[in-house]
């Protein structure tokens, strides 16, 4: 898979297993996340268009694995396990959270990945992003400065990813407060910064702020 991604996009496609991801993440291991990607495979489906996201499912969060996520990984801090699935095959914008991201494959996918450092006065410049592929059963960890958006698909079936991140990621704001920290600019939804490319309505319609400077790429599978 990954040398056929190779063939048919002009960008470089990496794997999450290359030293490059190092300085973006790690590739966990020592846990079982069997359960709850068998949740997914039997009780969620692909959208006909775009993505859904839910930032927590109680029946995930109901199996063994939550606690020992939440008492390792996030050293007792409280999470929440939820998930993506979809159609996307466009870099469109990036996120950031104030604490790891964690992702499990349920399907093969591609992540387009930055570093918080490369934002410049509230603007990321593609061709600075790389991409990387996570194959199907993997489960990797984001670090809190690593920039990312729903990931892309590799087939037209579509992309399944189970999302685990602090609790209250990813909901709404209860207020916005006034602020002259430049950063206070990105700031979307709770423990949610976003840089959104003007083409991504979506994103454009919620209030995200637009600095994703360049083409809107599209990789292809």
């Given at each position: 898979?990954?040398?056929?991604?190779?063939?048919?996009?002009?960008?470089?496609?990496?794997?999450?297993?290359?030293?490059?991801?190092?300085?973006?993440?790690?590739?966990?291991?020592?846990?079982?996340?069997?359960?709850?990607?068998?949740?997914?495979?039997?009780?969620?489906?692909?959208?006909?268009?775009?993505?859904?996201?839910?930032?927590?499912?109680?029946?995930?969060?109901?199996?063994?694995?939550?606690?020992?996520?939440?008492?390792?990984l996030y050293g007792g801090m409280p999470i929440q396990i939820g998930y993506c699935n979809?159609?996307?095959t466009t870099y469109n914008g990036f996120e950031y959270h104030k604490g790891s991201e964690?992702?499990?494959?349920?399907?093969?996918?591609?992540?387009?990945?930055?570093?918080?450092?490369?934002?410049?006065?509230?603007?990321?410049?593609?061709?600075?992003?790389?991409?990387?592929?996570?194959?199907?059963?993997?489960?990797?960890?984001?670090?809190?400065?690593?920039?990312?958006?729903?990931?892309?698909?590799?087939?037209?079936?579509?992309?399944?990813?189970?999302?685990?991140?602090?609790?209250?990621?990813?909901?709404?704001?209860?207020?916005?407060?006034?602020?002259?920290?430049?950063?206070?600019?990105?700031?979307?939804?709770?423990?949610?910064?976003?840089?959104?490319?003007?083409?991504?309505?979506?994103?454009?319609?919620?209030?995200?702020?637009?600095?994703?400077?360049?083409?809107?790429k599209e990789l292809k599978y």
């Open positions: 898979m990954l040398e056929r991604l190779n063939e048919v996009n002009e960008v470089k496609v990496y794997s999450v297993f290359d030293s490059v991801f190092s300085t973006y993440g790690r590739v966990i291991k020592g846990y079982d996340f069997t359960e709850i990607i068998n949740y997914m495979e039997k009780n969620t489906g692909f959208p006909e268009v775009g993505n859904v996201y839910f930032p927590s499912i109680t029946e995930m969060e109901i199996c063994d694995i939550y606690d020992e996520v939440k008492n390792t979809g159609m996307n964690i992702n499990i494959a349920v399907t093969d996918f591609m992540l387009v990945l930055g570093h918080t450092w490369e934002i410049r006065d509230n603007q990321f410049f593609i061709g600075e992003e790389k991409v990387f592929y996570v194959p199907k059963g993997t489960a990797i960890e984001m670090y809190q400065t690593t920039l990312h958006l729903s990931p892309c698909r590799v087939s037209d079936e579509g992309f399944k990813d189970i999302v685990i991140l602090p609790r209250g990621t990813n909901t709404p704001l209860d207020y916005k407060p006034d602020s002259t920290d430049p950063e206070s600019e990105l700031l979307l939804q709770k423990n949610k910064w976003v840089i959104a490319h003007k083409d991504r309505e979506p994103l454009v319609r919620q209030g995200a702020h637009i600095g994703l400077i360049g083409i809107n």
